[in-house]
């Protein structure tokens, strides 16, 4: 019986991580985690756990990795259960969250098969998100310096994540300033070259 897919999605704001997550795991037949939809619903819900994070987002800092670790790995293992696999979107974002990632993964066998990167210049994705702050009225778009402030985060602390992977041999780089079906047709494509066609 081949794996299901078991993938992360790691880029900036705006690259277009959630955009992408759901023809992929339509493709594949996992399931999407995204750490930031998680966060905004608790938020949405007036949970504890919802009042602990809101002020990171609203901020657009990164929660403190322990806090996210206790929620990520209760929801990657109900999406295994359920699916067999899982696409982590904006999950590790930090260091020390990949290195924890990575021990839990090869200790109970469930390490990503790929890490996939979008990369996209600055200024486009500020026009993105400045959209987007239109249409959606996501808090962190609200205004320019909070999407500023969420991309200059992502290059201190999450770019060397990147290397981290790139050191691991899973790291895929697309490009992704270009129209959305191509993107997905090239993330498909890199992603079955590494789990096979019947995964
Ligand atoms: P999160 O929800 O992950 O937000 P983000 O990383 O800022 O990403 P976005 O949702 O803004 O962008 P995206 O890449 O998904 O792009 P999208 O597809 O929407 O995190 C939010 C917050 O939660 C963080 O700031 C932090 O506080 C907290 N958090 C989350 N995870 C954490 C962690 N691990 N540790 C600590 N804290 C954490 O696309 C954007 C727009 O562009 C859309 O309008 C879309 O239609 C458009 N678009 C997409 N692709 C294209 C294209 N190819 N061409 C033209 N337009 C496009």
Redesign the pocket.
Known sequence: MPERLRALLI?P???????QATAICEEFGVEHI????L?RAEVAAGTALGRQVAG??DR????PDDV?LELVRAKVIDALERTGGYLLD????TLA?AEEAHAIGVQMGISAHAVVTYEVPRDVLVA??Q??AH?EGRA?DDDLKTILH?IDVFDRETAPVLDYYTGLGVLIRID?N???AD?TAATIAALRAVVGASA
């Open positions: 880029a704001p705006g690259a277009g991580k959630g955009t995204s750490t930031g939809d966060f990171y987002l657009g800092d990164l929660v996210v904006g999950y590790p974002r969250q993105r998100l959209e987007r249409l962190d969420r992704a270009r129209p959305v993107v």
